[in-house]
């Protein structure tokens, strides 16, 4: 049986999903479940006689600038098929219509309808409880001292909240109609699971026109690291990369700031990144040079990227120097590297790829991305279990392969650790007390956005027959943090290689055992590279 707090999410997420359908969210339908639910970054929720400044100052700021007076606010899947005038909005990418209305986007599905129904919900309890308190008293943004008073907060507080959000707190105080919220039909679940299912047929149109269905399979979910472990593009430019960041500091992450050479594998994949950044055609001459080598990058209508991997083509000299000696396995096989789709959170498009790729599939490997407990990032997590924070369903992949601790040894700075991890529908429902005890109870430390549909569809394959007993599934978990720049910080793309690193041993390395250790690098002479044949060009 679930915990209250745990039914009062499921119901708060089966009400958005309704809403969806429905066409319309009126947020005072969710406040009830909400309210319930009690969430750590909501503290004086319940409290009748003060206001939640920092909470409503946080839920305003994520929504679109001019939510409060606006018309109406219309969610849609992609922003780019309509046309608007954008609008600087940090949480959901926004823009005004013709009609002076918003627009914004909510790319991720039902993970972003609920994190914007948080928001909402917010407002409107904070809104409400603001109404009663101040009843006959003003509110006159020059003098706030009486609606302090009655708000149960200063005056110096209301002020910097005010100016925090652009005005927009006075304006909600002083009556302002909150705008009508409509969800495009597109965002309905039977859309997202047809554009998924759709999108999957698609990439499998590819891989049999490739030829590639009658391969041995190795299926890949989760961050394009594994590509770079296996490209020789960075290797081969390490040293011009080297020279190109110390010219341009300004374009590194600045866990790369001050740049100290030589570089190892990990803090090559994060110059190689800022590097690609720096300029749009390279990423085209990147694309060149790994599909000269059988990686070969694909981008779909709605521009995720992915790639298939022909291992009978890749520069074995060339490889993350913690692979040792690669082998080129026998059949020839295929590794098929696949973004994680939050969007799709049932994994409608992965039970298409499972039911059609079963035959050919040998392995199963998902590289999850979420947050310790501990907050430290760059520490994996190898779960055995998944907690769905929506009524607590536990959820496991029969005959998975838990990655040994020791094979991971000196890769992730968080450390290793074994435990339960939480997947959630959005982190600005959780209830502290809660996570606490799911924490005791099943040892949970960790937690995903998203990701129960992923491990749901691996133990339905394994229960039909789709995944057989021969086919090794693992999945992990690494706590992320990105840099100024977009990538990963160096000891999360530290943890993500490490991962990728002893998967790949596990499965092609036979009879290698212990942790992989990374050479040291040798500096080159200026201007040496490998004798690889692969033209590049770079600008330092």
Known sequence: ?????????????????????????????????????????????????????????????????????????????RLGLFAHAPLSSPVFPAGVLEDHSLIAECRFGQVSLVSLAASLCVVVHERDKARALLADTPVNPASFGAAAFALGVDELGLLAANEATGGALAELFAGAALPEIVVHPALCPDAVKERAVAQ?????????????????????????????????????????????????????????????????????????????????????????????????????????????????????????????????????????RLPVEIEDDDAHGLRTLLAALGPSLRSVTVLLAGTALSGRSGEVWLPQLLVRFAGETKLSVPGAVTLAADALAGFADGGVSTGAALAVTS?????????????????????????????????????????????????????????????????????????????????????????????????????????SGRGVRIKA
């Open 1 to 77: 049986m679930s915990s209250p707090i745990a039914a009062a999410a499921a119901e708060l997420e089966l009400l958005v999903t309704r809403a969806a359908r429905r066409g319309r969210i009126d947020p005072a339908e969710l406040v009830p479940a909400y309210a319930r639910l009690k969430p750590g970054n909501h503290p004086h929720l319940a409290d009748p006689r003060r206001v939640d400044l920092d909470a409503l100052v946080a839920a305003l700021n994520s929504l679109p600038p001019g939510f409060v007076t606006a018309p109406r606010l219309s969610l849609v899947p």
């Open 200 to 336: 999957a047929e698609r990439r499998l149109a590819l891989i049999a026109e490739m030829g590639l269905l009658q391969r041995p399979i190795h299926l890949w979910l989760g961050s394009p690291v594994l590509s770079d472990c296996l490209s020789p593009y960075g290797r081969d430019l390490r040293q011009l990369l080297c020279a190109w960041g110390e010219r341009h500091p300004e374009a590194l992450g600045e866990d790369l700031v001050p740049l100290v050479t030589p570089v190892g594998e990990d803090a090559t994949y994060g110059l190689l990144y800022d590097f690609l950044q720096s300029d749009p055609g390279l990423v085209a001459e990147r694309a060149a040079a790994d599909r000269s080598v059988g990686i070969v990058r694909h981008h779909d209508d709605d521009g995720a990227a992915w790639e298939s991997i022909d291992l009978g083509r890749i520069d074995r000299g060339a490889v993350d120097a913690r692979l040792l000696s690669f082998p080129e396995p026998a059949p020839t096989a295929t590794i098929l």
């Open 427 to 531: 982190a600005s429902l959780l209830n502290p007390a809660a996570i606490m005890e799911l924490a005791r109870t099943y040892g949970v430390g960790a937690l995903s956005v998203g990701g129960a549909g992923l491990v749901a569809a691996l133990a339905d394959a394994r229960w039909s027959g789709q995944l057989g007993a021969d086919v090794s599934v693992a999945w992990a978990l690494v706590t992320t943090a990105a840099a100024r720049t977009g990538r990963p910080l160096l000891p999360t793309l530290a943890a993500q290689s490490g991962v990728a690193v002893a998967r790949l041993r596990s499965l092609f390395l036979t009879g290698v055992t212990g942790p992989a250790v990374e050479p040291e690098p040798e500096p080159a002479s200026p201007g040496r590279r490998r004798g």
